[in-house]
């Protein structure tokens, strides 16, 4: 059974720093793009970025290049999405989700839900 | 960047109407890769039509999706209780970003 779960909820305070997991499970974790997708309270889905965990190709929404940073360890079958500096608009829940069939997200993690306040 | 734009915003219908959501692109979708998702509150979306007309798996018939290029529809047939939901499209076709509508929110009349 094809699984993507994420790491749990974290609450910080502004300028911390903060990197938050999604293990996949079921699959061939090198053979899929992971996508990360961003849910502001109250607002729509916004795609951040995504990592080809195969050969590390990674993209980034121009909203997002800069802010975050997407990597993935292959030995762990894990994708992660890190903040060097947190802001309180980074306060959202974030996906991740594997890119199947016509790149659609086939299959999503939980949800980490992240916050940030002082 | 590929805008989506959904129409209408919120749609209220009764369990047994028939839904027609909308999802038009600024520029044409490659591949037509032109996904919908259902949201509920609490829960990850999950992923109903792939490539503008592909049902996901275990997807009830009554979901279908159509169109191609800028215009895309995803059509419920017959409402059922649970089908009561926001619903977002996404394109992923081409370069990034692979931009999601604002989505439209099914309420219950």
């Known amino acids: 059974e094809v699984q993507l779960v994420q790491s749990g909820a974290e609450v910080k305070k502004p300028g911390e720093s903060l990197k938050i997991s999604c293990k996949g499970s079921g699959y061939t974790f090198t053979n899929y793009w992971i996508d990360w997708v961003r849910q502001m309270p109250g607002k729509g889905l916004e795609w951040m970025g995504a990592?080809?965990?195969?050969?590390?190709?990674?993209w980034y929404s121009p909203s997002f290049q800069g802010q975050v940073t997407i990597s993935a360890d292959n030995s762990i079958s894990t994708a992660f999405l890190q903040w060097s500096s947190l802001k309180a608009s980074d306060t959202a829940r974030y996906y991740c989700?594997?890119?199947?069939?016509?790149?659609?997200?086939?299959?999503w993690g939980q949800g980490t839900l992240v916050t940030v306040s002082s | 960047e590929n805008v989506l734009t959904q129409s209408p915003g919120t749609l209220s219908l009764a369990p047994g109407d028939r839904a027609t959501l909308s999802c038009r692109a600024s520029?044409?979708?490659?591949?037509?890769?032109l996904a919908w998702y259902q949201h509920k509150p609490g829960q990850a979306p999950r992923l109903l039509i792939y490539?503008?007309?592909g049902r996901a798996a275990g997807i009830p018939d009554r979901f279908s999706g159509s169109g191609s290029g800028t215009d895309f529809t995803l059509t419920i047939s017959r409402l059922e209780p649970e089908d009561f939901a926001v619903y977002f499209c996404q394109q992923s076709g081409g370069s990034p970003p692979h931009t999601f509508g604002q989505g439209t929110k099914l309420e219950i009349k």
């Open positions: 520029q044409s979708v490659s591949d037509n890769f």
């Open positions: 490539g503008a007309s």
């Open positions: 989700a594997r890119r199947g069939l016509a790149a659609a997200g086939d299959y």
């Open positions: 990592i080809y965990p195969g050969d590390s190709d990674i």
